[in-house]
């Protein structure tokens, strides 16, 4: 699935012509946060989210109210900025580790939400790098001549999976959507991608219940070694970014901006400081949404869109890192 730039003219390519977001109505700030773990006696503070992650608040969803709703706000709002309907999608790709169902699939529930029928519609799987897997499959599908038009989404309610009893993970996580549409183009706006796994790591961060014989088994809320998680995230977003560059003939100069995963400020920093980007060249978006895993780079993306932050022809480095251990990069063309 990882591309290599074909720069002959006639190449199809796809470019990203639309995005969107939806976040859940209910803020909760460290402050409140820190005042709910008290009365289950655990110690928490504003001061020590800010420093060691950049969080300050996440928002986290109602009761009733699932990765497709909020999923299909985002694809809404994508498919008006992109100028499309409904009726012009021919490919739906939802990356989600909270769907709504065990089946049928998030990407399903929302095609029937957004009143289409027929066109693929799959669920993805990568944990907090779903999105640039997701961006990379539908990029390989457009440009193999089987879809044209493709939504493409990041949508998760992690705050279903917290476990509320633990503070090294719960101050962490936030529900939210981000989606693209992505179209055939004669020109190249995605320039290059790559994806990565290893599954060594299991351990280190998963959710490991399952569903067997009408019953949960084992644990189903997220469980994670910060620390581990924190220094192969460092590694591999540097190594991955200098892949895609490498692959389009780039170097970081020409990146206007990079949109990591945003799981930690410091993490983001680290790697634009690899990469000798000024820290006002990373979209940040962490210190409001906290980690909505495989939401955080479309969320992110949107806002910057959306706030004037990104325009139209600059180069932007999408980064994602999470569970399996999955990572990967995309490198486009605005
Ligand atoms: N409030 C107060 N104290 C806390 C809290 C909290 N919420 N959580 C932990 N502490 C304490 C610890 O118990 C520890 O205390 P001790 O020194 O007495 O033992 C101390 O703070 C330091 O804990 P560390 O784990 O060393 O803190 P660290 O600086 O490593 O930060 C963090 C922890 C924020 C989790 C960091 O390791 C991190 O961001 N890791 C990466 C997470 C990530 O990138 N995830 C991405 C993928 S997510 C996905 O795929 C779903």
Redesign the pocket.
Known sequence: MNSQPDRTPSQRHSRITGTGSMLPHRRVSNHEL?AQ?AERG????DE??VE??GIRARRFADPGVNASDLGVGAARHALEAAGRSPEDVDLIIVAT?TPDMVFPSTATIIQRKLGIQGCPAFDLQA???GFVYGLSVADAMIRSGSVSCALVIGSEV?SRILDFND???????GDGAGAVVLEASATAGILSTRLHADGQHTEI?CTPGTVSGGQVLGDPL?K???????KL?VRVLDEVAREVLEDAGRTPADIDWLIP?Q??I??MQGTAKKLKLPPDRVVVTVDEHG?T?AASIPLALDHAVRSGQVRHGETLLLEG??????WGAVLLDF
Not at 42 to 45: I, V, Y
Not at 224 to 230: C, L, N, R, T
Not at 321 to 326: E, H, K, L
């Open positions: 820190a773990l655990l110690e928490t503070s020590w989210i060691r992650t580790s944990v907090c790098s992690f503070r090294t993970t719960c101050v962490l996580f961060l997220l994670m070694d910060g620390q581990a998680v924190f995230a995963h799981a930690n410091r993490i980690n895993s890192v999470g569970g399996g251990f999955t």
